[in-house]
């Protein structure tokens, strides 16, 4: 919806909310090439990750959706009704460019 948008976001902290000082445990840190040494597959990094993604709860719970559903489904009607209600007006830049094509 607002690319440039999330880009600035993701430059302001996407940087910080990556990356951690605390290095974990060497058995554990580099895994790429090989399994860990301990069998381990989870991270030994402090700090909370979601065990599943929010697109596989929306499939496994399709109610769970319902009220967020509504809310968007509201919010898109109000911002509607308030399109229609506003009155339209022309703005002197809009008169100006009208003048300058005749």
Known sequence: ????????????????LQETSDTGRAERRDNLYAPREDGAERSSLPGWSRK?????EAQLHPASLLPGAALA?????????????RPRSSSPRQSNVRQRSR
């Open 73 to 85: 489904a509201a919010a898109g009607i109000g911002f509607a009704a308030l399109r229609m209600l």
């Open 52 to 56: 599943t993604s929010l697109f596989l």
């Open 1 to 16: 919806m607002a690319p440039r948008l999330t880009d600035y976001a993701m430059e302001a902290g996407g940087r910080i």
